[in-house]
Nanobody
């Protein structure tokens, strides 16, 4: 499984960004995809996840502001999006796309995309 993330950038507080993560390879084996973030000096934390069955989970501090969704175009490619609205300076971090499956190897990570919220 290969993950290619894009869509980060600089935005003012209150603004919006949409992150995209294209998954390719053995995507049929993926059970869950999601977004994590890591701010300077902090541990990587969960932002949002979506299962292959459509169950969604959000971190408390992004509920109501972020929306995760997926589109499957064919059996070889799947894209997961993170729509981020009403962004706050504390959302500033490197955002990582993740894919998880029950079969080993379990975890796959994208390269990370920087999101900076600043005036």
């Amino acid at each position: 499984v290969q993950l290619q993330a894009s869509g980060g950038g600089l935005v003012q507080p209150g603004g919006s960004l949409r992150l995209s993560c294209a998954a390719s390879g053995s995507i049929f084996s993926i059970n869950l995809m999601g977004w994590y973030r890591q701010a300077p000096g902090k541990q990587r934390e969960l932002v949002a996840t979506i299962t292959s069955g459509g169950n969604i989970n959000y971190a408390e501090d992004v509920k109501g502001r972020f929306t995760i969704s997926t589109i499957s175009r064919d059996n070889a490619k799947n894209t997961v999006y993170l729509q981020m609205n009403t962004l706050k300076p504390e959302d500033t971090a490197v955002y990582y796309c993740n894919a998880y499956r029950y079969v080993y190897p379990n975890n796959f990570w994208g390269q990370g995309t920087q999101v900076t919220v600043s005036s």
